[in-house]
Structures are given as C-alpha cells and as structure tokens.
C-alpha cells in the first residue's frame, strides 16, 4: 500500500482487465453458486437454445466485475463496497474473452478521511459489445 502522503481517486480514473472464460470454469463456477441452470452446465441444452452455446451465468459475470474493484482500490487502500448494480444486456458466451472496464465517476469526502467513489462501468464482448453494465460505490481509506 502507498503511504499516507498519497493523493485520494479522482474523477475520470480508469481501470480494467482482460478475462477468457472456458467451459469448465464456467460449469465450476455456476456449480459453486448454486446455479443449476443448464444454459451454463449442458452443452446439448445450450445449443438447442437461442445461444447455440453455453453461456456464462451472471453471478459469475457479477462477481469478476466487482472483484475488480476490491483488486484494484486494495492495492493502495483499505476498500470496502458498499453497493452495486448490473444489467444483464446481452449474454457472455462460455468460450469468450471479455474486457472488464471501471471509470470513477464521482468522490466526495466523508469525515474520517474516508472517501467515497461513485463507478460506472461493465463487461464487453470481443467485438465491444456491451454484455454487463455495472455502477457501484465503494469506500476507501488510507491504511492505519
């Protein structure tokens, strides 16, 4: 973590990462959230239905695109979220790779030298298609 000298988030920082699902990863991890559907499990299911392939289940979608932030802010603050939203727009293919974007769209200061960051962000296909639209707030301080 940075010292204590360090500038707070600003408005407009950015912040991203790439992630290539595979089809056992995304049976694995629809099995560890309780998500029995199919769509994310069979591949006969799947490529019967509208999506000719499996598909990636949105708590696993949801839980990369929040686990950037908590990697990303832990790395020069103490973070912890306090709310997010998605919007499942379109779907996440089993085999894609998808580019996970964040941008801070707003900060204030609340007392204790904790600052709140307010984010606008989400999951975007190979050809930058909008899957996942996310926002979020979290709240960082420096480390004691």
Not at 3 to 27: N, P, Y
Not at 72 to 89: A, L, Q, T
């Amino acid at each position: 973590m940075k010292d204590k000298s360090h500038a707070w988030v600003a408005v407009g920082e950015k912040f991203s990462k790439l992630h290539t699902f595979t089809e056992d990863q995304v049976r694995a991890f629809a099995t560890d959230a309780g998500d029995t559907n199919p769509l994310h499990h069979d591949a006969a299911v799947a490529a019967a239905s509208r999506y000719k392939k499996l598909i990636v289940s949105g708590t696993h979608t949801t839980a990369l695109i929040l686990g950037l932030t908590a990697s990303h802010f832990s790395k020069s603050y103490c973070v912890v979220g306090i709310s997010f939203s998605v919007e499942f727009r379109r779907p996440v293919l089993a085999d894609a790779t998808v580019q996970i974007e964040w941008e801070v769209v707003a900060t204030s200061m609340k007392k204790d030298k904790v600052q709140r960051v307010e984010l606008r962000g989400g999951m975007y296909d190979e050809k930058g298609d909008l899957c996942v639209q996310a926002t979020g707030t979290t709240r960082i301080s420096l480390p004691t």
